[in-house]
């Protein structure tokens, strides 16, 4: 019996995801666990295993679709099975971009009757029925195409990528243009007159000019930042402390943990570890900062979901360690690690990227000494760790020199007021100073 593929949902907030790459086609046939395309959510990337072998007899979407969860993609079976029940109903009411595998002439009668993609057009080679379709409608110059389909295809976002950028062809000129040319009506159109130039005017070949700039379209996951990262700042009235700690005993206590992790099966505890578990002991004494502010009431956390700002390739994401509070100093050094890895390596549950009660974003690395973080809304604060810098205190009447840890705590004044923020920040500096102390408790 034929087996349906559908998009699965990735955390129960997603309600798409994006194809980014088919690596099968109709017709092919694959073993279990062969990857059959990847998809991506706003924030993580994944691929999907094939359930069992077959042959993909049907494949209803393409590369670039928005595809709603749980909606049949492609189907694997036997040939001459019928697929009819699988195809998907299109939101247009119109029928979906399926390409199937011809059925045996034996059963022709039971093939389902639908487009087969791709289909072969002259002087463009081979282009989908979505993308032909958005080209009739736009008057796209389909001869400037880049494909990014398999085999060469030209597919959907091929399509409207000439039409954001103006390359279309008018009317006119539209039966009799068989060879590219440069347009030169508005923002590059093809018109009559560009066809009937003179042979000669062709034959002269002008270096293009550099372009003054280049326009690249923002990926979802820049978009989703920029929104919150705006609703942050516009609608919270935020407000920074910087203050500093004398980081001697931590850097002796991390060194010694650090010669020692092998002999004792320890992880590698880093500094920034030390800080995640100062912050989980230190929050619960500040409710404070350990909430979200709901507008009309407060939402105070008995437990602490600490979200750990991460750097990645497609962008910041702040996963969270769910109950840190509860965790051993090599127990949450291991969670940390984990989740940072799996955003970094776009794979994480997107239920992972949120849910967290108060954010650590850690720019020591990058040798910055204060800045100013941006609250996660509606989680009222957020702390910055600044890296290590020598200063010079006076000890028994002589200055001596220390290695200082700058922290920037950003909370929201409508949640709380500058003296309990500056407790937590006092509290916090006296536990990473003490932070062996800490450890017994």
């Given at each position: 019996?034929?087996?349906?593929?559908?998009?699965?949902?990735?955390?129960?907030?997603?309600?798409?995801?994006?194809?980014?790459?088919?690596?099968?086609?109709?017709?092919?046939?694959?073993?279990?666990?062969?990857?059959?395309?990847?998809?991506?959510?706003?924030?993580?990337?994944?691929?999907?295993?094939?359930?069992?072998?077959?042959?993909?007899?049907?494949?209803?979407?393409?590369?670039?679709?928005?595809?709603?969860?749980l909606?049949?993609?492609?189907?694997?079976?036997?040939?001459?099975?019928?697929?009819?029940?699988?195809?998907?109903?299109?939101?247009?009411?119109?029928p979906?971009?399926?390409?199937?595998?011809?059925?045996?002439?034996?059963?022709?009668?039971?093939?389902?009757?639908?487009?087969?993609?791709?289909?072969?057009?002259?002087?463009?080679g081979?282009?989908?029925?979505?993308?032909?379709?958005?080209?009739?409608?736009?008057?796209?110059?389909?001869?400037?195409?880049?494909?990014?389909?398999p085999?060469?295809r030209?597919i959907?976002?091929?399509?409207?990528?000439?039409?954001?950028?103006?390359?279309?062809?008018?009317?006119?000129?539209?039966?009799a243009?068989?060879?590219?040319?440069?347009?030169?009506?508005?923002?590059?159109?093809?018109?009559?007159?560009?066809?009937?130039?003179?042979?000669?005017?062709?034959?002269?070949?002008?270096?293009?000019?550099?372009?003054?700039?280049?326009?690249?379209?923002?990926?979802?996951?820049?978009?989703?930042?920029?929104?919150?990262?705006?609703?942050?700042?516009?609608?919270?009235?935020?407000?920074?402390?910087?203050?500093?700690?004398?980081?001697?005993?931590?850097?002796e206590?991390r060194?010694?943990?650090?010669?020692?992790?092998?002999?004792?099966?320890l992880?590698?505890?880093?500094?920034?570890?030390m800080?995640?578990?100062?912050?989980?002991?230190?929050?619960?004494?500040?409710?404070?900062?350990?909430?979200y502010?709901?507008?009309?009431?407060?939402?105070?956390?008995?437990?602490?979901?600490?979200?750990?700002?991460?750097?990645?390739?497609?962008?910041?994401?702040?996963?969270?360690?769910?109950?840190?509070?509860?965790?051993?100093?090599?127990e949450?050094?291991?969670?940390?690690?984990?989740?940072i890895?799996?955003?970094?390596?776009?794979?994480?549950?997107?239920?992972?990227?949120?849910?967290?009660?108060?954010?650590?974003?850690?720019?020591?690395?990058?040798?910055?000494?204060?800045?100013?973080?941006v609250?996660?809304?509606?989680?009222?604060g957020?702390?910055?760790?600044?890296?290590?810098?020598?200063?010079i205190?006076?000890?028994?009447?002589?200055?001596?020199?220390?290695?200082?840890?700058?922290?920037?705590?950003?909370?929201?004044?409508?949640?709380?007021d500058?003296a309990?923020?500056?407790?937590?920040?006092?509290?916090?500096?006296?536990?990473?100073?003490?932070?062996?102390?800490?450890?017994?408790?």
């Amino acid at each position: 019996m034929a087996t349906v593929v559908i998009m699965p949902r990735q955390g129960q907030s997603v309600e798409s995801c994006i194809i980014t790459a088919f690596n099968v086609k109709a017709g092919d046939t694959v073993a279990k666990g062969d990857v059959l395309f990847s998809y991506e959510t706003d924030k993580s990337s994944f691929d999907e295993l094939a359930p069992e072998d077959g042959k993909v007899l049907a494949v209803f979407r393409e590369e670039g679709d928005d595809v709603p969860c749980l909606e049949n993609v492609l189907v694997l079976g036997k040939d001459g099975e019928d697929v009819s029940a699988f195809v998907p109903k299109s939101e247009e009411d119109a029928p979906a971009p399926v390409a199937e595998v011809e059925a045996p002439k034996a059963e022709a009668s039971s093939a389902v009757e639908v487009e087969a993609a791709p289909v072969a057009t002259e002087g463009i080679g081979s282009i989908s029925p979505r993308a032909k379709l958005l080209a009739e409608k736009t008057s796209a110059d389909l001869l400037k195409a880049t494909p990014t389909g398999p085999n060469g295809r030209i597919i959907e976002r091929d399509v409207q990528k000439l039409v954001d950028n103006g390359l279309t062809v008018s009317g006119a000129a539209k039966d009799a243009y068989t060879s590219a040319v440069e347009g030169s009506g508005i923002n590059g159109k093809v018109m009559l007159g560009d066809l009937n130039a003179p042979a000669q005017a062709a034959e002269v070949v002008v270096a293009p000019a550099a372009p003054e700039y280049e326009d690249v379209k923002l990926p979802n996951i820049r978009k989703v930042i920029a929104k919150s990262m705006h609703a942050s700042l516009s609608t919270m009235a935020q407000l920074t402390l910087n203050t500093s700690f004398d980081a001697t005993k931590l850097l002796e206590l991390r060194a010694s943990l650090k010669a020692g992790a092998e002999k004792l099966g320890l992880a590698n505890i880093t500094l920034n570890d030390m800080v995640l578990y100062a912050v989980s002991r230190v929050l619960l004494n500040h409710k404070d900062l350990n909430a979200y502010y709901m507008d009309d009431f407060m939402r105070y956390f008995n437990t602490v979901n600490l979200g750990v700002a991460v750097d990645t390739p497609r962008g910041l994401m702040v996963p969270t360690v769910f109950g840190a509070e509860k965790l051993s100093l090599n127990e949450l050094s291991r969670a940390a690690k984990a989740v940072i890895t799996e955003a970094q390596n776009g794979t994480i549950n997107p239920d992972k990227l949120k849910g967290g009660s108060f954010t650590v974003t850690n720019l020591g690395s990058l040798g910055i000494e204060s800045f100013t973080p941006v609250i996660n809304p509606p989680q009222t604060g957020i702390l910055g760790v600044d890296t290590i810098t020598r200063r010079i205190k006076e000890v028994d009447g002589e200055d001596v020199t220390y290695p200082a840890m700058g922290l920037s705590l950003t909370f929201d004044h409508r949640a709380l007021d500058g003296a309990p923020a500056a407790k937590f920040l006092k509290e916090l500096c006296f536990a990473l100073e003490n932070f062996d102390l800490l450890l017994t408790k």
